[in-house]
C-alpha cells in the first residue's frame, strides 16, 4: 500500500509490473518485486563517460526490517549472494569520495544523478527536505 500508493492488490500489481521483471505476493499480503538485472556501470549518453549508477550499496546497508534481509534484498542476477567483504569495500570506497553539504535554512541543492550518488547521513529531526525528480 505504501509503495505503491493503493490499497487494491490489482492496481499495486500493475504499478509494480511497469517497473519491474517480476512480482509475487507473499503468504504475509506483501509484495515481492524482483528487477532485471541491471548493469552496474553506465554511459552517459550526453558526455560518454562511464559512470557507477547503483543502489546496490543503499539496498544492501539500508533494507533492513521484517520484510527485508541484506543477504536476500539484493543478489546476482543468477540469485547467489552479495559478498560481504565486497560490500564493505563499495561502502568505504563511496565514503571516501562522499561530499557533505553543510545545510543552511533556505538551501537549495542540484544534482545531476548520472554524474553523483546522492544520499544523506543520519540526522536528528526536525529535518524537512522536499526533493523533485526532472528530466
Not at 500489481?13 to 518485486?33: H, R
Not at 549472494?81 to 561502502?91: C, F, G, N, S
Not at 570506497?93 to 544523506?120: C, P, S
Request: charged residues 30%; negative net charge.
Amino acid at each position: 500500500q505504501s509503495t505503491y500508493g493503493t490499497p487494491d492488490k490489482d492496481e499495486a500489481e500493475k504499478k509494480a509490473l511497469e517497473l519491474v521483471e517480476s512480482i509475487e505476493w507473499l503468504e504475509d499480503g506483501c509484495l515481492k518485486t524482483v528487477t532485471r538485472v541491471l548493469p552496474a556501470i553506465r554511459e552517459d549518453p550526453r558526455t560518454g563517460k562511464e559512470m557507477w549508477f547503483n543502489s546496490v550499496i543503499a539496498v544492501y546497508r539500508g533494507w533492513k526490517d521484517s520484510r527485508n534481509s541484506p543477504e536476500t534484498s539484493i543478489t546476482f542476477g543468477d540469485g547467489s549472494p552479495m559478498d560481504p567483504k565486497v560490500m564493505d569495500v563499495l561502502e568505504n570506497v563511496l565514503n571516501e569520495l562522499a561530499v557533505d553539504f553543510i545545510w543552511k535554512k533556505g538551501d537549495v541543492v542540484m544534482v545531476d544523478n548520472r554524474q553523483a550518488l546522492h544520499g544523506r547521513r543520519s540526522f536528528v529531526p526536525p529535518r524537512r527536505i522536499l526533493a523533485s525528480l526532472c528530466k
